[in-house]
């Protein structure tokens, strides 16, 4: 009997209020840690520019012994989840092997996104899988711009090997929108051997080498009222530090600094990540009360007349604009905002840090923030259901 046909890509989505909290809390428990953008393949879509002749930034083993031996203390913070990226991540077995056995053993789940060129035969890409047996997941990337490098049989190869191991295999599918007779193959492809269930799939992004691809934006649908679902913070293999895995991976014109993790324990930096009011506000409740703001100061003026559909795309045109990224920084660091964003964390996702934090750093000038107390009594007693939020919007 053959397999049913794989569904085409689409990018609506019906999540109920507790599926879509269970989606933006990723980022409370999930970190990333991009190993390098070293390559063997020089896709043209490529969002962080990764190629062969990158191998300079490679992250150094004494650091990642350094990332490793912070595992036990993250998952003491709430980590759960540790993912490695690149470039491609298996150029720096080492690195990978150290951090991987390392968070697995402090009991973390570990995930790879590998292209799998190495894939050459099923008993090496056996022992390759073998090799990093702290690494449960194996995120397959596929799509028309990798098959110019790797063929697709070795994604078949990998995927079942990973399998016979008892590993979790899925296969990172992106495509164009609209898609290509290209993607319609590779889908096809894909569904001789693969579940639907395993098989995700991503449009092709504006961001490194795709933004000279042309790809129009779309204007299908509104962005503004969706939030930010960032999957956490991303560890460069340079200790830099990116606020998603998309289109600010390797961006670095944006508001979201953390400093250098070589310097800082990375539980000090993830609770910094969850406490930036800019990125939370989004991370929340979507852009609507940033364009607010930007209207108001007469700002949505520096954007196009027609703005993408996709937070994803609209998200570096909005901070990467140094005008209006520092107006935002500023309004948002009002007392009141902050407080009422770290508020909106806590009751909207659970996520009581901010608020605690929050709370602390405002005591001197409370008497002049409305509803500081009530939110005082709130970080003391989260899950404190005598109070009555007035409205959540900021001001």
């Known amino acids: 009997m053959s397999k049913p046909q794989i569904k085409e890509p689409n990018p609506r989505a019906r999540l109920t209020l507790n599926e879509l909290a269970k989606v933006q809390s990723i980022a409370a428990k999930h970190i990333t840690f991009s190993l390098t953008l070293a390559c063997p393949l020089k896709c ?17 083993v004494e650091v990642a012994r350094n990332y490793a031996a912070q595992m036990p203390a993250l998952y003491a913070h709430g980590i759960r989840y540790i993912s490695f990226t690149g470039g491609e991540p298996l150029l720096a ?15 973390m789940e570990c995930g790879v996104v590998t292209a799998a060129h190495w894939a050459t035969g099923e008993s090496i890409t056996r022992r390759v899988v073998e090799s990093f047996p702290g690494i449960h997941l194996w995120d397959l990337s596929v799509d028309a711009y990798h098959s110019n490098f790797v063929s697709l049989e070795k994604i078949r190869i990998a995927h079942q090997a ?8 899925s296969l990172r599918f992106t495509y164009h929108d609209p898609l290509t007779d290209e993607d319609r193959e590779i889908l096809k492809f894909l569904g001789t051997f693969a579940e639907e269930s395993e098989i995700f799939s991503q449009k092709i992004r504006k961001a490194g080498r795709g933004k000279d691809l042309g790809i129009p934006d779309s204007h299908k649908f509104h962005p503004w009222r ?13 200790g830099s530090l990116g606020p998603c895995c998309i289109s600010l991976v390797e961006e670095r014109r944006h508001p979201f600094q953390l400093g250098d993790a070589r310097n800082r324990p990375l539980t000090e930096i993830h609770t910094h990540y ?8 989004i991370r929340l409740i ?12 007469d700002l949505n003026k520096e954007l ?3 703005l993408p559909d996709d937070v994803c795309d609209l998200c570096p045109m909005l901070f990467t604009n140094p005008r209006i990224t520092e107006y935002l920084t500023n309004r948002v660091a009002k007392p009141e905002n902050r407080l009422r964003i770290a508020v909106l964390a806590s009751r909207l996702l659970g996520e009581h840090q901010m608020l605690q934090r929050t709370v602390r750093e405002l005591r001197e000038g409370a008497s002049e923030i409305e509803g500081f107390e009530l939110a005082a009594a709130l970080a003391v007693q989260p899950d404190w259901d005598g109070i009555t939020l007035a409205s959540g919007a900021t001001q």
């Open 44 to 60: 043209a879509h490529c969002i962080v520019g990764a190629g062969p002749d990158k191998g300079y930034t490679t992250m150094p």
């Open 93 to 107: 077995r080492a690195q990978l092997r150290i951090l991987s056995t390392a968070a697995a053993e402090a009991g």
């Open 162 to 169: 990973i399998k016979s191991l008892g590993r979790c295999a």
């Open 226 to 238: 969706k939030p930010c679902i960032t999957q956490g913070m991303v560890v460069r293999y340079d």
């Open 274 to 281: 969850m406490s930036l009011p800019l990125l939370q506000l």
């Open 286 to 297: 979507g852009f609507m009360e940033v364009m607010q703001w930007l209207e108001e100061a």
């Open 304 to 306: 196009p007349g027609s």
